[in-house]
């Protein structure tokens, strides 16, 4: 669940995976109400490495209340717990703003590049 905002409020949410291995990449795809929420910013977690965490990540589509991003580690694979990426978002009108998954843009991929069940 998000907090409440106020119109031109911004706030950063965090997307967590607990994976039963080690990971190389995700694929995320958010859907949102554009006409209440903006997603402003993405950047990397600390699932990347501390030298990486924060940097930018530009998503492949940010528009129409669909967001879609892709996180890699340069290193190669990554620990299987923890923050994959930070996502800012910011309010256009008061409320509670509302993100789920696109389920058809949800991937994870292994060291070996082998697909994980997702479950959410």
């Known amino acids: 669940e998000l907090p409440e905002l106020k119109a031109g409020e911004k706030y950063k949410a965090a997307i967590m995976v607990d994976a039963s291995a080690n990971f190389r990449s995700a694929v995320v795809g958010l859907k949102f109400d554009d006409k209440k929420m903006a ?41 299987g717990s923890g923050v994959i990426g930070y996502i800012e978002i910011e309010a256009l009108e008061s409320g509670r703003p509302k993100l789920s998954f696109e389920k058809d843009v949800l991937n994870l991929l292994s060291a070996e590049g082998k697909n994980f069940i997702v479950r959410y």
């Open 39 to 79: 997603i402003r910013s993405v950047s990397l977690g600390d699932l990347f490495g501390a030298d990486a965490t924060g940097s930018a990540v530009l998503p492949f589509l940010n528009q129409n209340g669909k967001m879609f991003a892709s996180f890699s580690s340069a290193a190669g694979s990554t620990a």
